[in-house]
């Protein structure tokens, strides 16, 4: 699993009490430290003995503290407050599919409500088609035409159509990626319930909502009607606090905490981000952060939002919308803290997102090509990030590597902004001098293999550095391939050298 050299610095747990103490390990190149929190087990008694008459307290009642999660589900069941393992019928604000799980949702919403029934409200469902686009697969390009009939019969507000596939720019409603469109079209706001056909919906957490992925028989029901019935999660609780090293991104502290409890460690519960590193972070990297929490088995991710947060949805949306923060007083299953100052880059190899090591300890794995893209490294400031170590080297890459971006926007982001220090090159120009591939035109691409003839599938037994969130075999194509899970700047680096790389060899 984890290198030896991580595996050292693994968190030893401690009593409350000892939370003062240093957990930190005197090998470790970087440090961890874990507290459990008590929790209150409730007696129920058989029989009350008889008391005496009391009357009610002037006090006033008694409020348990919530976390955000609790805190937004509350809300939304439109209960005072809710605890870890209640079972609560949700009001949901926006539900999303697209091309690969509508056509099944739709057809369990018409079979369950009648062929003439109209969704709950048009305009707060979100249909995207980004996976399956660019092929000529005829079953994939029908799951399009399905999307499309429905969306005309229920005229839905909100379907992000593509028709001519020979040229996405044809298509101006067009966007990409469900997960970066939905953010960048101001479907995600804090305080709400955004659910999705897809386990990768928990990205819109980093705008402090519950966001989580379902599948196709909850998707027909919410389609009807508007609600879900939902297990309320207990809450981890990640405190991440040190400067972040500007060789580091988002994609190596998800990796080095998935790395830490395993793809299993936050199975069915809340990853609450925190902390003056997860502050310091932009948008894009904050859902990053939140993208890959079902990747250790999480319901949804979670971060407080800020001004950050208030900046980015600023001419996105008009919808008003009311954050939630956690009480002082909540209720943590468990709580792990992190001095990302001390972190190093990180892999994970294959075939897990938990196999963590450090880039480094990997030097001698030669690859055979670097993937850039996906909804986890596809997004501008990805691009931006992979520029800046192609930059930094003057050099080629010496191994294909393929650039697709997410969506629309980020495509035309890499065509005309410019990288800072670069004298006003655009990331297309300084990916055409490293040699790279053109960037494709924006979708789900090969992160997940689909038909044979999709962009930059691995169709042959080869080994890859991408930026993209799962490595199990078949992932992104052929069986026996071989998927090093990596940020945007180990995977530049990489594509350089030929061999798995530490970015530091280019960036300081």
């Known amino acids: 699993m984890a290198s030896s050299a991580i595996a050292s610095?693994?968190?030893?747990?401690?009593?409350?009490?000892?939370?003062?103490?240093?957990?930190f390990s005197s090998q470790s190149s970087f440090s961890v430290q874990t507290a459990k929190k008590r929790v209150s087990k409730k007696i129920v008694s058989v029989m009350t003995p008889q008391q005496t008459e009391r009357k009610p307290a002037t006090t006033g009642s008694v409020k348990t503290g919530m976390t955000m999660t609790e805190k937004i589900l509350a809300k939304a069941s439109d209960k005072p407050e809710v605890s870890p393992g209640d079972?609560?019928?949700?009001?949901?604000?926006?539900?999303?599919?697209?091309?690969?799980?509508g056509p099944g949702s739709i057809g369990i919403f018409k079979k369950e409500f009648g062929q003439n029934a109209k969704v709950w409200d048009r305009e707060k469902l979100v249909i995207i088609p980004d996976h399956y686009i660019f092929t000529t697969d005829e079953r994939a390009n029908r799951n399009v035409d399905i999307l499309r009939d429905f969306c005309t019969e229920q005229n839905i507000k909100y379907f992000y159509d593509i028709k001519d596939l020979g040229n996405f720019r044809a298509n101006p409603d067009y966007k990409g990626v469900c997960h970066v469109a939905l953010a960048q079209e101001g479907h995600c706001r804090p305080g709400e319930v955004l659910l999705g056909t897809d386990s990768h919906t928990c990205t819109a957490g980093a705008f402090g909502q519950f966001a989580t992925g379902i599948g196709n028989t909850d998707a027909g029901f919410v389609l009807g009607t508007g609600k879900i019935l939902l297990k309320v999660p207990p809450t981890l609780r990640f405190v991440m606090d040190g400067e972040m090293p500007d060789y580091l991104l988002a994609k190596d502290l998800i990796l080095q905490i998935i790395g830490e409890?395993?793809?299993?460690?936050?199975?069915?519960?809340a990853m609450e981000f925190v902390g003056s590193t997860v502050e310091s972070l932009s948008m894009e990297e904050r859902m990053t952060l939140c993208n890959m929490v079902v990747e250790a088995g999480g319901k949804n991710g979670v971060i407080p939002a800020d001004k950050t947060t208030y900046d980015y949805l600023e001419g996105r949306t008009s919808v008003p919308y009311e954050p939630v923060y956690s009480d002082e007083g909540a209720r943590y299953l468990k709580e792990y803290r992190f001095d990302i100052s001390k972190l190093e880059p990180l892999v994970a190899k294959p075939h897990s997102p938990d196999n963590r090591a450090l880039a480094r300890e990997c030097k001698d794995v030669k690859?055979?090509?670097?993937y850039i893209g996906s909804c986890t490294g596809g997004k501008t400031e990805d691009f931006m990030a992979a520029a800046k170590v192609f930059l930094a080297s003057g050099k080629k890459v010496k191994v294909p590597t393929f650039l697709v971006p997410a969506t629309q926007k980020v495509w035309m982001d890499v065509y005309s902004l410019p990288v800072p220090g670069s004298g006003?090159?655009?990331?297309?120009?300084?990916?055409?001098?490293?040699?790279?591939?053109?960037?494709?035109?924006?979708?789900?691409?090969?992160?997940?293999?689909?038909p044979k003839d999709t962009y930059a599938r691995m169709n042959e037994a080869q080994v890859c550095v991408s930026t993209t969130n799962r490595n199990f075999p078949g992932r992104m194509g052929h069986k026996e391939g071989q998927i090093y899970l990596a940020s945007p700047y180990t995977a530049a680096a990489s594509a350089l050298t030929g061999y798995v790389t530490d970015p530091r060899e280019f960036l300081q």
């Not at 610095?9 to 957990?23: M, Q, R, T, Y």
């Not at 409890?261 to 519960?269: D, L």
């Not at 120009?429 to 293999?449: H, K, N, R, V």
């Open 261 to 269: 409890i395993s793809v299993a460690g936050a199975t069915y519960k």
């Open 424 to 450: 006003g090159k655009t990331c297309s120009q300084i990916f055409e001098e490293a040699g790279c591939d053109t960037p494709a035109s924006p979708s789900c691409g090969a992160c997940l293999g689909g």
């Open 87 to 101: 079972n609560v019928w949700v009001n949901v604000d926006v539900l999303m599919t697209h091309d690969v799980c």
């Open 9 to 23: 610095s693994s968190a030893a747990f401690i009593n409350k009490k000892d939370v003062g103490l240093s957990a």
């Open 367 to 370: 690859i055979d090509r670097v």
